[in-house]
């Protein structure tokens, strides 16, 4: 089979630790029970003792010595390190081509990946997601000196920008101040600006005067 015939969405990439393969290969057996599978490993061994009636074994020295046979799934127990033998791989299925992988593996993915010419899509089987690296844990540990000086330092550049901030706006609200006591004065002192003042004279002045 030609690559060209393989289509692109065909192709799976199943993330899976070594020590899971196992189990995700029978998992995936189980799935494609109905369909003829090729489950192909560099060495041969960790497969042998899964009994599966549509499931053969083999390794890419073997299936160079194959001719006119075909499989509809192939199953890649590892990708091999050189990226030719996962393209003479993919002549002898007609359907699905999937791989197991580990992330140990990137390297080689990597190589395929760049001689396809193209991206193979990762696919997740549930059950079976890869364990994420365990953070290790942090041992708290006490400040040496000279960061506990630092942090002072940067403490006291904080307060003092802060006072500075809280000056500054003080001193912006007594500027405001003398400018409204002086337009006060300015009416006290100018008797032209001042409002006149009503004096009433009582009747006993007012007789007087008469």
């Not at 549509?54 to 390794?59: A, F, R």
């Not at 990762?122 to 942090?138: L, M, R, S, V, Y």
């Not at 940067?154 to 003080?170: G, I, M, P, Q, Y």
Request: hydrophobic share 25%.
């Amino acid at each position: 089979m030609s690559l060209s015939r393989l289509k692109r969405h065909n192709h799976r990439v199943h993330p899976c630790e070594n020590a899971r393969k196992q189990e995700l290969l029978k998992e995936l057996s189980e799935l494609y029970k109905d369909k003829s599978i090729l489950v192909i490993s560099e060495a041969n061994t960790t497969t042998t003792h899964l009994e599966t009636k549509n499931l053969t074994l083999s390794n890419d020295h073997e299936l160079s010595t194959m001719e006119n046979t075909s499989w509809e799934v192939l199953i890649s127990f590892e990708l091999p390190k050189d990226p030719q033998n996962y393209l003479k791989r993919l002549d002898y299925t007609t359907e699905m081509a999937l791989v197991l992988f580990d992330d140990k593996e990137q390297t080689r993915l990597y190589n395929i990946e760049k001689l396809l010419g193209k991206n193979i899509k990762q696919e997740i089987i549930k059950g079976f997601e890869p364990k994420t690296a365990q953070t290790k844990d942090i041992k708290k540990t006490h400040p040496t000196k000279s960061q506990q000086r630092s942090a002072k330092e940067d403490d006291k550049k904080r307060k003092n920008l802060v006072d500075k901030e809280k000056s500054f706006s003080a001193k912006k609200e007594w500027d405001k101040k003398p400018a409204k006591a002086a337009h006060h004065h300015d009416k006290k002192s100018n008797p032209s600006k001042r409002t006149p003042r009503k004096i009433q004279i009582s009747k006993e002045q007012q007789n007087k005067k008469a």
